[in-house]
């Protein structure tokens, strides 16, 4: 055991999932902060629990030699990166070792094979959706980011991995608020108007959105907000007023009214366009969702004649990839306006042997296999709670060919996984995409076939 304050010399011989470095005193599991598998540190260990203590480090005894400076001066204060102490070839090995992990420990899947991570030739101001908290500082209104386990907002500047145009759409709303004294949020009371500041960037045509989340349906001076921001931000297309008077970490209402320009901005992936709303979700790095999308095709394996279910569908982005090159895609998404976006995407994009159904996968596709509507390869890509049992478990009567997992969370895809391998289906392969560079996040994909023993 340890106890608090002591200072031990400690080994790092493995990394946890969120990216900290672990090391054993007399067998028991020390978690430290910044340390690397491979290093040796002087540490103190600042809190002990029953079956592990946390400690931070005094002094380095033996680097890594996949330490570097992290290129954010906020890094150690920032909740948003967590892995930039790493050279990103490092956190590229860490991620697919945090999926051959999980598969092996949750999912049972000792021998599948997970490929390297693919990541990114520039790994930096990927993402094209900024949410920017607005509170109260010790000098005045302030936005940025929250701190690391706490809800302090940090000022950052220039954040590495935002577009330019995010940094500039929220300092200009900060202005605003400070020239007319617009009272900000309280989180503690619930009094205040603004909240937040949401930006959303089309990478391949230049599109803006800026979208205000306030307390009630009135900003004021908008005109002379959305003058400085026309003014600023070239290619400003949408100006929101997002309506969100519930207490609680929920950060968009459901309520918006368009200030200025279009309700949507449009972006594009490969060859199709795709609208975005502020509500609908649409990955956040452009680059990596390419080679995310084409590689989850690839694994479908589409030739053509097969129908196919895209769950968790979303604005059909996958599902339009897919009707490039299958006979009948059929998309499943539980909110609304996504689905809305979808059948207009689809059209826009002269796709008309696609069909999308709004509600819950779990719901729906039961209801779909009793009318007969089966698939031949079933795509899904469930939030990070993964899927529910009972959509898995209709899967499993459906028999498609092909399930194609495409997960931002590893440990229920794996738990998912074990399910399906439990009852027909074989997990093949496992290919990590770097959606989230320096972030502690993991995305991969996995092909599932239905099993020769269960072939009809
Ligand atoms: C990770 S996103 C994937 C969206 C889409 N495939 C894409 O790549 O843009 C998960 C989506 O599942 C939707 N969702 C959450 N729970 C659902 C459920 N039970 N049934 C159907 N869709 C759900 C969310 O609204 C979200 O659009």
Redesign the pocket.
Known sequence: MVSKNEIIELEITGMTHEGLGVGKKDGFAIFVQGAIDGEKVRAKIIKVLKNYAVARIEEFLEKSSSRVEPFCPFYKRCGGCSLQHMTYEKTLAFKKQVVTDNLARIGGLQDIKVHDTLGMKDPVNYRNKAQYPVGMGKEGPVSGFFARRSHDIIEIKDCGIQHPFSDIARDLVLEHIKKYNIPVYNEETGEGLIRHVVSKIGFNTGEVMVVIVATKPEIPQKQKLIDMLKTKIPNLKSVILNINNTRGNVILGKENITLYGSDTITDCLGSLFFEISPL????VNPVQ?EILYNKAIEYAGLTGEESVF??????G??SLFAAQKAKRVIG????PE?IEAAKRNAVRNRLTNTEFYV????EIVPQLYKEGKTADVVIV???RKGC?EVLLKTLIDMAPKKIVY?S?NPSTLARDLKYLTANGFEAQESQPVDMFPWTGHVECIVLIKRAESRMK
Not at 280 to 283: A, E, G, I, L, P
């Open positions: 609908s979700f649409y990955q969702t895209d769950l968790y569908c979303g604005i982005t996958i499943v998404e539980v909110v996504a509600g819950k996968a779990e890509d469930p939030p529910d495409v931002c």
